[in-house]
């Protein structure tokens, strides 16, 4: 067994332990390989035990990826920040995008994204806790960009994501993740035609946290690949 194979094992384990705390079916969890500065051999292998969606935070490495692993049925997904003049690559090359927190950029995507392939994917990012460095949409104007986002023909807008500012405790963990849950009960009950099913929350330090306040999409990095080397 090589090592990936082997964490995968248990972030599946584990992911299916927090879906039975919180009486939750375990399929309604997905994991999402985060996998950002690895290499295109590492993702190989991770699809060979069975993983199909991954996430990638920078343009350029992602593209060169997905053209490495053309021969391979991955569902790719954009997690990174979005440049307005860079979407459409993104438009063009991904299934997900869990980054977009302004209407410009959605309107680019839904206005690049290829005629002929299904709508794109969007979950709006949320600056839970209204941290100043932090992108995403505050809470307090969410709605008015969902309102918007809904509106657009070739986007499915699926949900909410978050990155909560980070702690040790399991408890102090799950309010943020309680709030984002609200936040999509909200829109749902505000946009009731939208498919809004996804709440794009919980890292490797905090999985169990967000499965037990309703994450349906984890993104997982360190636990899976180990930590990362930014160093060239
Ligand atoms: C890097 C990254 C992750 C994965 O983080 P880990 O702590 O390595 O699991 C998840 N989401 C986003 C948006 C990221 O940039």
């Known amino acids: ?55 990638e935070n920078y343009l350029q490495e992602a593209l060169d990826k997905i053209d490495a692993l053309r021969d391979l049925d991955i569902c790719w997904h954009f997690i990174g920040p979005i440049q307005s003049n860079k979407t459409r690559p993104i438009a063009e090359n ?61 986007i499915h807008l699926r949900g ?12 102090r963990q799950r309010a943020p993740f309680a709030q984002m849950r609200e936040l999509l009960t909200r829109l749902q009950q505000l946009l009731p035609n939208a498919p809004l099913d996804t709440l794009s929350m919980g890292m490797s330090s905090d999985m169990e946290a967000a499965i037990l306040e309703g994450a349906t999409m984890v993104r997982i990095g360190t636990a899976l690949f180990g930590p990362r080397d930014y160093s060239h």
């Open 94 to 154: 991904f299934s997900w995008v869990h980054s977009v927190d302004r209407f410009k950029v959605a309107q680019r995507l839904n206005d690049q994204r290829p005629a002929g392939t299904p709508p794109l994917n969007i979950c709006l990012q949320v600056n839970i806790s209204e941290e100043a460095s932090k992108s995403g949409v505050l809470p307090s104007e969410l709605v008015a960009l969902a309102t918007q986002v809904a509106t657009l023909e070739n």
């Open 160 to 171: 909410l994501m978050a990155i909560p500012a980070s702690s040790d405790d399991p408890e």
């Open 1 to 55: 067994m090589t090592q990936i194979t082997d964490r995968l094992d248990q972030l599946r384990t584990q992911i299916a332990a927090a879906a039975e705390q919180a009486q939750r079916p375990s399929h309604s969890i997905k994991l999402l390989a985060v996998s950002k500065t690895r290499p295109a051999d590492e993702l190989r292998q991770a699809w060979s035990d069975g993983q199909r969606d991954f996430g």
